[in-house]
């Protein structure tokens, strides 16, 4: 199986923007649901959003539901994530993961991870 792969992290000041992507070339692409993750440092990996194979958005984190959105393109292979105002606390790696559960959340049993991808916010 391809693992899927993160990219779009960098260094924002607060308030700022970034897309993040996940590619997941698996040949089962179309059949998986896929979530974004992020660690902050010294923390425990949290769940943020779960976006269903046919584009759903799943559970959403509290705490960046009204400042991030996520979508699909199934064809090309690829989930987005959005960030906007972005605050320090936003500080973390992201990852993608994907999952054949068809409304995917933070109990859902994932499959693959990617290596993740590194956000910084400055403020």
């Known amino acids: 199986q391809v693992l899927p792969v993160e990219s779009g992290g960098g260094v924002v000041q607060a308030g700022g923007s970034l897309r993040l992507s996940c590619a997941d070339a698996?040949?089962?692409?179309?059949?998986?649901?896929m979530a974004w993750f992020r660690q902050a440092p010294g923390s425990e990996r949290q769940f943020l959003a779960g976006?269903?194979?046919?584009?759903?958005?799943?559970t959403i984190s509290d705490s960046v539901k009204d400042r991030f959105s996520f979508s699909r393109d199934n064809a090309k292979n690829t989930v987005y994530l959005q960030m906007n105002s972005l605050k320090p606390e936003d500080t973390a790696v992201y990852y993608c993961?994907?999952?054949?559960?068809?409304?995917?959340?933070?109990?859902?049993?994932?499959?693959?991870w990617g290596q993740g991808t590194e956000v910084t916010v400055s403020s």
């Open positions: 993961a994907s999952t054949t559960a068809l409304r995917p959340g933070p109990g859902s049993y994932y499959n693959y």
């Open positions: 698996g040949r089962t692409f179309s059949g998986y649901s």
């Open positions: 976006v269903s194979w046919s584009g759903a958005v799943t």
